[in-house]
């Protein structure tokens, strides 16, 4: 009886844990077919606000589409080639100062070369003028010849060359060409996006490289000699891109790519371009007159201020030109100039440097009058000016 009664027991309990188990694994189901039962537009939803959308991911990556502008600037950018003969000294001490002080003539005789420049240009005009670098063309009596887009190599007229500014005009017989629009270079801002598009090297004809606005303004002679204040980029410019397009992102030409600052020879980052509206002037005085006529005023030396000489001449900051010599019988001196004058106003424009006072008066009409703004023993007055055409600019000494 006893037996029966355990074996009854244990019966019982193996129902009981049999039926709790049974519990336990329908509620796991439930849960498991209850979360099987969210909507797949909920994963989705939750997916979605988690992901950034595509205008938020431009955003953050903040990069313009530029293949608009690129389009439209590659056709534009042709290569070019310069040849001449150049007669060179055979001397091998052709730097020596011995020689030099001698006049530079060597003693050994000289021999013609060949030589040979490779460079980009930006095609201008429908009608064949093509801009580019002076130091592609390499002078006056070089054979010049320009490669088209098309692969069409045609020779080229030089128009003229203007050392100072690195430019030259060229121009090729041909028609409706895919000339580029020419932009506002004053509108440029540090960091805004710019394209330089050329040859580097060569032989990898209508490259592109991407990069921003650097610096404007830039003098890299620091001397009142220099009258260009260029554009520096970091898009990349080697050898061979010389007189290529900087181009802005709406397509423009905003720039000719001129030069680069270098410790290898290639591109660091440090790449610079003549702002196109003085290039659109150069250009336009070399078509019409051959040369690039350019005020100045006679008689009159000039030297860069500096805060030591600011505080020595009681002006009150660095900004302006100073008058470091002047010859008593120029236009200057008849108008009331004097040597230490500050000149801090150029027909009422304030004078930043020696360069913004260099670029005004270049800028000036020939055969006018200029008001310049002095500072002299911590009074200001003014004196009424001449501008003539320039022969040779003011004279000035460096820093």
Known sequence: ???????????????????????????????????????????????????????????????????????????????????????????????????????????????????????????????????????????????VSVTLSDKRELPAKIIGIDEATDLAVLKIDARNLPALAWGDSSKLKVAEWVLAVGNPFGVLSQTVTLGIVSATGRNLQGSLESYVDFIQTDAAINRGNSGGALVNARGELVGINTAIFSESGGSQGVGFAVPSNLAKHVMNELITYQVVRRGTITGIELYPMNTRLAQEFNAPNAKGVIVSNLSQDSAAYAAGVRRYDIIVSFNNTPVEDATHFMRMLADSQIGGTVTLGLLRSGKTLSARLPVVQSTGGVRSRRR
């Not at 979605?48 to 205008?55: G, L, T, V």
């Not at 091998?92 to 030099?100: A, C, I, M």
């Not at 005789?109 to 460079?119: A, I, N, P």
Request: aromatic fraction near 6%.
């Open 1 to 143: 009886m006893l037996t029966l009664i355990r074996r009854l027991s244990l019966v019982t309990l193996f129902v009981l844990i049999g039926f709790a188990a049974g519990l336990v694994l329908t509620g796991r189901l439930r849960s498991a077919g209850e979360a099987a039962a969210q909507p797949e537009a909920a994963e989705q939803g939750r997916a979605a606000a988690a992901a950034p959308s595509r205008a938020q991911t431009s955003a953050i990556a903040g990069l313009p589409d530029l293949t608009q502008a690129a389009q439209i600037a590659i056709p534009s950018v042709p290569n070019i080639s310069s040849q001449q003969i150049v007669r060179t000294p055979n001397s091998p001490f052709l730097n020596d100062p011995f020689f030099e002080f001698f006049g530079g003539q060597s003693p050994f005789g000289y021999r013609d070369r060949l030589q040979q420049s490779l460079g980009s240009g930006v095609v201008v005009s429908a009608d064949g003028y093509v801009l580019t670098n002076s130091h592609v063309v390499g002078g006056a009596g070089a054979e």
